[in-house]
């Protein structure tokens, strides 16, 4: 099992310019998640999924969106990169059940610089 | 708000034993989780604690006690390998993980 993969792992852009990350999982997981990491602070949840076709805003939603057309892939997109939007971005994904199973697994990242 | 606070740098000696602790305060609590993160990749999962007490684990224990909102991850016989970020994480009442900024560990020789 590859778990879970992410790509571009870098990825420079200039400001106002657009691109998609994508999450692949091949666990057969229900719940997929978007974060970033900055320096100096934990891990801020971007956007989520419960399930295939259903996607729910973070803590930090705003400039990005998602879509989950098949239950292995999440995409996130950013339609008009901003400065602020360099970072790590992380995705990770968990079964359900009971709470032990809210453990999740992480992507390697994709490290992204907007100039 | 939410709210979890973990020092932000701690060093050590090869050899030596460290206690990294958290504590915590937030909407509800279905358990709480230790991850490491080495420089440059992704969280793994350490532990999971959801009932008080400690729970051991090789090298490693983490500790909770939910009335006092407050964890620790104890680390044994050092080693270089275990330089790394440790990051405490609450699951809330809508079963979201609210993330701690990490504490950096140093580990000299």
């Known amino acids: 099992n590859a778990g879970v993969t992410q790509t571009p792992k870098f990825r420079v852009l200039k400001t106002g310019q657009s691109m998609t990350l994508l999450c692949a999982q091949d666990m057969n997981h229900e719940y997929m998640y978007w974060y970033r990491q900055d320096p100096g602070m934990g891990l801020r949840l971007i956007h989520y999924?419960?399930?295939?076709?259903?996607?729910a805003k973070g803590e930090v939603p705003d400039g990005y969106n998602v879509s989950r057309l098949k239950k292995q892939n999440f995409l996130l997109g950013l339609e008009s990169a901003a400065p602020s939007q360099t970072s790590v971005y992380f995705c990770?994904?968990?079964?359900?059940?009971?709470?032990?199973?809210?453990?999740?697994?992480f992507g390697p990242g994709t490290r992204l610089t907007v100039t | 708000g939410q709210n979890i606070d973990q020092p932000t740098e701690m060093t050590a000696t090869e050899g030596a034993i460290v206690q990294i602790n958290c504590t915590y305060q937030t909407s509800g609590f279905n358990g709480l989780f230790w991850y490491q993160q080495h420089a440059g990749e992704a969280p793994t999962f350490l532990s999971y604690?959801?009932l008080d007490g400690l729970e051991e684990k090789g090298r490693f224990s983490s500790f909770l006690s939910r009335s006092k909102g407050y964890s620790y991850l104890l680390l044994k016989e050092l080693q270089m390998k275990d330089s790394a970020s440790y990051l405490c994480a609450v699951l809330d009442s809508n079963y979201q993980l609210i993330w701690g900024a990490g504490t950096k560990l140093i580990i000299k020789p």
């Open positions: 999924s419960v399930g295939e076709g259903t996607t």
């Open positions: 990770a994904s968990t079964r359900t059940g009971s709470e032990i199973s809210y453990e999740q697994y």
């Open positions: 604690n959801v």
